[in-house]
Structures are given as C-alpha cells and as structure tokens.
C-alpha cells in the first residue's frame, strides 16, 4: 500500500470546503440581488446555509458583504421613493387646490358684485 499524505489530503478536503462555501455564498448574493432584498450578513447567512460566523471570518466575503450593503445604503428602497412620490404628489395635489380655491374665489366675487348689482334693479324698480 502506497503512503497516504495526511497533510495533504485535510489541504485539499480544506479547499474544496473553501471552494463550496464560495460557491454557496456566490448564489445567494445573486438570488437576494435578484429578488431586490437587502444584503446582510443575516440574509446571506440564512439564504446560503452558511454561518455568520463562517461569513465574518472569512476576509473575503466578509469585505463583499460590506460593500455591497454600503452601496444599497446608499439606493433609497422602495419605501423611500413611494414616500418621496407621495411628497411630490402632495405638494402637486396642493398647489392644484390652492389654484381652485384661487378660482372659486374670483368667481364668488364676480357673483356678489352681480348680485348688488341685481338687488340695486330690483330697489330702483320700487
């Protein structure tokens, strides 16, 4: 029987493991990019399988998880921009109102001056 190198064989058993939980954390950043949901170290930990600690200690990962939750801080979600249409949509709705409170206005005052004008005729005609 030929000599088994111990050494080797847990160095390579140590980069195949490597190798699957890259794979592993590699998919479930694309699948949470995919679905639009936030990346975190609890969301891939949760959607890859592997643990937190496994994504914090490895440099790595640990710095892509970073960056990519840095760079979505900084894209508002879409909460904030229903929130920030909402904004623009009433201020919009309120300039609007203000314009037909404007009008109504001009007209309630060409109808008064009508009305004293129609109660004068109708004096006159006493």
Do not use: C, W
Not at 11 to 28: G, I, P, Y
Not at 30 to 46: E, G, H, P, Q, Y
Not at 79 to 91: A, I, S
């Amino acid at each position: 029987m030929g000599k088994m190198d111990r050494r080797e064989q847990l160095r390579q058993l140590h980069e195949a493991r490597k190798a699957t939980t890259n794979h592993k954390v590699d998919e479930a950043i694309k699948r949470l990019l995919k679905a639009r949901m936030s990346i975190n170290f609890n969301s891939v930990s949760s959607e890859s399988g592997v643990s937190k600690a496994t994504l914090y200690n490895n440099a790595e990962i640990r710095e892509r998880i970073d960056t990519l939750r840095q760079q979505q801080a900084q894209v508002p979600t879409p909460k904030q921009l229903k929130r920030e249409m909402d904004e623009n949509n009433k201020d919009a709705v309120i300039a609007s109102l203000k314009r037909r409170i404007k009008k109504l206005e001009d007209e309630n005052k060409q109808l008064r001056e009508q009305l004293k004008v129609a109660y004068a005729d109708v004096y006159k005609k006493i």
